[in-house]
């Protein structure tokens, strides 16, 4: 039997989840439907009353009625959600998930899926899918479909929306249901560090500008038997590779790419937040680290470069994106980040340095090439690393040399091996 669950407040979305109901059961699968609401009564029958969504949370539906506030009212009963949602799956009953809404009903039904693991189909229909959508969607999965028009009845606009959603929802849960094994063992790839087929499993960052190293780094690790997931840095890129890691889903991490971290030094638009470069070393996870792309900060189109940036080195690398070169200042600033973070690690840390450039851009022949202020951020590393348990180790090589990039995944697997001998010693 294939599952989807839907989950949503049928007090003020009742008819148009009636509906959704029933394309879903002519599509073939069964549904499990959840109550979300507290306010007015419900328009359609649950299978997973509200009230018990409220204990779930653990409150009651009264309490939440006497108090009337209804920011309270979303946030616990998106914590009795998420706790819903995760029985559901525990118990064999949940192939998909599917949710529509406003901001208020998005807001619920995403944090019951981001919940689940990584694998499960998970599809949200929003009027808040046009835009930024990374409060929604965090570090999950999540599939995000835009409503067009606000979700308030059948129309000749919802109609055709919700009716591909359905079937969307439908073909993803027997798909899942049908290959649910090989999709499982995605969804639980944080037992061990161990992907798909046994193999270990490797987080690896990495910007267009470091795409040549990291390439080789991961072809090598490929070739020592590790199957590789490479972040793209783009912050929320950054903010997933921590949320893993913290997760203990990697056996090791292969952090080459740090821009996300200048970035938010330098008020750029790609930050990961202050807690990029944490948790691997909190898990203790083996990890190389480099010192990629912190030769530039991330800004949006040129017309729209902030004053305070705009005389300086600037460069346009794509209609979206214009990069600025970091001072010498930023740069040893960087280095005495990115010392702090490694300094409290727990596990075995190394980092390699590429001497003769952190990009394309900074290449020996390249625009950003600036040998004081990379120099700059080297000694301010190797300053504050001094005394602590991470190695650091030169390479008079740029870090799109492939030599550089097989280098550094020698290096963690050599951490990995010697991890994994000890603890079997």
Known sequence: M???VLVGTLDTKG?????????LLRAGVEVVLVDTGVMGEPRVRADVPREVVARAAGTELSELRAVADRGAAVTAMARGAEATVLRLHAEGRLDAILALGGSGGTSIATRAMRALPLGVPKLMVSSMASGDVSVYVGSSDITMMYSVVDIAGINSVTAPVLANAAEAAAGMAKGFAQASRDLREVGAIGAGGLGSGGRPLIAASMAGVTTVGVDAARERLTELGYEVLVFHVSGTGGRTLEALAGQGVFAGVLDLTLSELADELCGGILTAGPDRLSAAGRAGIPQVVSLGALDMVKFGPLEKLPERVRYRR?????????????????????????AAKLRVATGPTAVCLPLRGLSTLGAPDGPYHDPAADSALFTALREGLRGSSAEVFDHDTHINDPEFGRAAADRLHALITDRRERAAA
């Open 2 to 4: 294939t599952n989807v």
């Open 15 to 23: 008819v148009e989840y009636g509906w959704l109901r029933e394309r």
């Open 314 to 338: 600037v460069r346009v690398h794509n209609p979206s994106i214009t990069v600025i070169r970091t001072t010498k200042e930023e740069c040893a600033e960087l280095g005495r980040l990115v």
